[in-house]
């Protein structure tokens, strides 16, 4: 049972490149997220899907898209990465929908973004 | 303030110690309170999780929940080496518009 597999898991990019990062998930679970982790500022929402079809912002939307493919897909991208965009990137998913109190996550390894 | 507050440490304990790390929130509609752990380059994963006030225990694990004082602890007993990690701590209300809420997490280190 693989859980939550994002793609890629390493990447340096150059300011102004675009890129999009891949989420998958195999336990049929509802939501899904993204978030970044920073050293000093923990992990911050950038985006979530309450369910296919919808999207909403999170603490941190400005620069990236997001798009929920289907059930089992959630991607993130960036049209032109900046520097301060360089952060560690984890998407995670969770069975109940955003909106109920037990909404226990399930994450991903991790994408390490380098924007030079 | 933010919502949630936690001390990021890092905190270094010699093995066997108990350890306690701890959350501060300012949110009173919080009703689910989760710890998470992190091992390095790693994503997290959940370690305890539980409802409303009162403590649980899990093995070497306990969490605690003070909804009066907006307070939440783990605590590990016994510590060992492959504790060394960034705990954690996560809540949520009952119902409402917002996702999950972490704290920055605290890193640990237990030194044999």
């Known amino acids: 049972n693989a859980g939550v597999t994002q793609t890629p898991k390493f990447q340096v990019l150059k300011t102004g490149q675009s890129m999009t990062l891949q989420c998958a998930q195999d336990?049929?679970?509802?939501?899904m997220y993204w978030y970044r982790q920073d050293p000093g500022m923990g992990l911050r929402l950038i985006y979530y899907?309450?369910?296919?079809?919808?999207?909403d912002k999170g603490e941190v939307p400005n620069g990236y898209n997001v798009s929920r493919l289907n059930k089992r897909e959630f991607s993130l991208r960036l049209e032109s990465a900046a520097p301060s965009q360089t952060s560690v990137y984890f998407c995670?998913?969770?069975?109940?929908?955003?909106?109920?109190?037990?909404?226990?996550?399930?994450f991903g390894a991790g994408s390490r973004l380098t924007v030079l | 303030q933010k919502e949630v507050e936690q001390d990021p440490g890092p905190l270094s304990v010699p093995e066997g110690a108990i350890v306690s790390l701890n959350c501060t929130y300012s949110n009173s509609a919080f009703q689910y309170f989760m710890w998470y752990r992190q091992y390095s380059r790693k994503g997290p994963e959940l370690l305890m999780y539980t409802y409303s006030s009162g403590n649980k225990e899990d093995g070497r694990f306990t969490a605690q929940v003070d909804k009066s004082s907006k307070y939440i602890s783990l605590f590990i007993r016994d510590s060992q080496p492959s504790d060394s990690a960034t705990y954690l701590c996560?809540?949520?209300?009952?119902?409402?518009?917002?996702?999950?809420?972490f704290g920055k997490g605290t890193r640990l280190s237990v030194i044999a």
């Open positions: 899907s309450a369910s296919e079809g919808t999207t």
């Open positions: 995670a998913s969770s069975r109940d929908r955003v909106y109920s109190g037990a909404n226990v996550l399930t």
């Open positions: 336990m049929n679970h509802n939501s």
């Open positions: 996560a809540m949520s209300a009952r119902s409402g518009n917002t996702p999950l809420v």
